[in-house]
């Protein structure tokens, strides 16, 4: 047996040592990570909008025996509610053992993700084809979204309130629908544009159909022939887009991916992987300390803005109502309580280095990362956690024997974004990021790893117990 030498030894004691999962996780827990991760993979191909998700989520909480909220109830040590706000946006909650007025356990994910969404009015006919018009959501490279298959999700109001739910291009016989693009042999001056240009916005439109109603004196036959289809399966006419929501996502299910079947492949990662790992966790809390409090929002990939954001009020309204059933104020409560901002980052990709700093990049398979803070520049847009609340994750990561690494989203300059952490932050609360590292992150499909994902959910386990 070869003994450690001086060096080694201090080296070990006082240098950061840097952990893969898969050496440090036993077989039952690679085991384990595989099997959450196979329920996580079911919750993705559910789940490709802010509403399904939030639908899905309900129905994971109605099946574990939450209650729906109600303002000025009795409530004790145990009882598990949840609120959905406009169906877009869930707030969960598991009363603990202390007193609200020593604060409350956040767990904060969003639940939406980068995509096309269609036009106010997205229905027109050109050169005998039929097609889409969108606006496309979020931050996304616009090339990505070109000649793969899409899905239509969503929406539609009728007038006089009727909601009809659409979903075409998941199921097996379904059809799909794209983004055409040009044949490199005549796209000469689209290459020619910038990367960003390459795709432009006003591009981003749907082919859904190309043949005609049989009329010789109809006009723009083929957009008529698909009103015609959608009238006959959804009972509306055009005017009816005009109180839609109606998303393009990919048609494509989640898949492992590598040779090991290592990791996942995917649309929504970001940021389900973190909404699904916090809600798990929260529905697994039975007898927590301090309650906890597990949101999934809205609109974080457009600066969390609108009533389903967290830019909004509705969480500060719910802590508020929380806290008057136990005869306190929201801001007793608030000011005490600790949050973990739910959220991803981005992963060191070896193709692509010079974007990271090495030591301050998360890396696939090096557990869950924890991010101080994000924002751009001189750390600008964000809440740069305190160093004692890191302290005290740490410590409860360590302790708890979670797999977790440290890093901040890319190098000084080299570009940035936020979080839903800096929200939270200013309502007087403790924060720090806690998420997965993702590759090829805003892409339509993008990778983490199984046992990163496996991590998040034991650390906000161990944020909950």
Known sequence: MNEMTNGQLLAKELLIQEKNCGEVLSQEELYQADLFCERYKDFLDVAKTEREAATAAVALLAENGYQSFVRGGSYAPGDKVYLCNRGKAVIAATIGRQPLNMGVHIAAAHIDSPRL?????????SSELALFKTHYYGGI????????????????VKAGGEVVRVNIGEQEGDPIFCVTDLLPHLAGEQLKRNLNEGIKGEELNILIGSRPFKDDKAAEKVKLNIMQLLAQKY?????????????????????????????????GHD???????????????????????????????????????????????????????FGLTGREVLSASKCL???????????????????NTAYIGRGVVVTKYTGARGKGGTSDASAEFVATVRDMLDKDEVVWQMGELGKVDAGGGGTVAMYIANLNVD???VGVP??????????????????AYRAFESFFK
């Open 117 to 125: 969404d269609l036009k106010p009015r997205p229905l027109y006919e």
């Open 141 to 156: 490279k616009k090339y990505q979204w070109t000649a793969i298959p899409l899905a239509l999700h969503g929406v539609i």
């Open 235 to 267: 009972g509306v006419k055009e005017a009816d887009f005009l109180s839609a929501e109606l998303e393009m996502v990919p048609a494509w299910k989640a898949r492992d991916v590598g040779f090991d079947r290592s990791m996942i492949g995917a649309y």
């Open 271 to 325: 940021d389900r992987v973190c909404a699904y790992t916090a809600l798990r966790a929260e529905i697994d809390a039975k007898d927590p300390t301090y309650t906890t409090v597990t949101i999934l929002a809205d609109k974080e990939e457009v600066g969390s803005d609108g009533n389903t954001g967290l830019n909004s009020s509705y969480l500060r309204y719910f802590i508020q109502d929380l806290a008057a059933c």
């Open 341 to 359: 901002s739910a959220d991803v980052n981005a992963a060191f990709d070896p193709t692509f280095p010079d974007v990271n700093e090495p030591l």
């Open 431 to 433: 924060v720090v990021d």
């Open 438 to 455: 993702v590759l090829s992150m805003h892409a339509p499909l993008e990778v983490v790893a199984k046992t990163d994902v496996y991590m």
